[in-house]
């Protein structure tokens, strides 16, 4: 059984940085993608970034430019470091894992394709 666990959420002004991690343990899979997703009071998970297993990132519209998706493969760990936070980027940060094919094969933004997931860490930004 494969176990994600983020850390790395907090408080921050808007403007300011953060960085979040993900640890998988367990026995992932090959040729995995993982991803974040988030969720803010009253919304829908929405899709936030990925990363596959070639290492091509994908972004939502609106926080590309101003977060980068990262792995180590080996580790088998994921980061988002995001910057520029605004309050609209307030929620709660999910880590997910899921094989969606090939190493090469474009995640699906569809949280319910995605089997693993993490707790979540909050991320709160004060205006």
């Known amino acids: 059984q494969v176990q994600l666990v983020e850390s790395g959420g907090g408080l921050v002004q808007a403007g300011g940085s953060l960085r979040l991690s993900c640890a998988a343990s367990?026995?992932?899979?090959?040729?995995?993608?993982m991803g974040w997703f988030r969720q803010a009071p009253g919304k829908e998970r929405e899709f936030v970034a990925a990363?596959?297993?070639?290492?091509?990132?994908y972004y939502r519209d609106s926080v590309n430019g101003r977060f980068a998706i990262s792995r180590d493969n080996a580790k088998n760990t994921v980061d988002l470091q995001m910057s520029n936070l605004n309050p609209d980027d307030a929620a709660v940060y999910y880590c997910?894992?899921?094989?969606?094919?090939?190493?090469?094969?474009?995640?699906?933004?569809?949280?319910?394709?995605?089997?693993?997931w993490g707790q979540g860490t909050q991320v709160t930004v004060s205006s």
């Open positions: 997910a894992m899921n094989r969606f094919g090939s190493m090469r094969t474009t995640p699906s933004r569809d949280p319910k394709a995605w089997r693993y």
């Open positions: 367990g026995r992932p899979d090959s040729a995995t993608a």
């Open positions: 990363i596959n297993w070639a290492g091509t990132t």
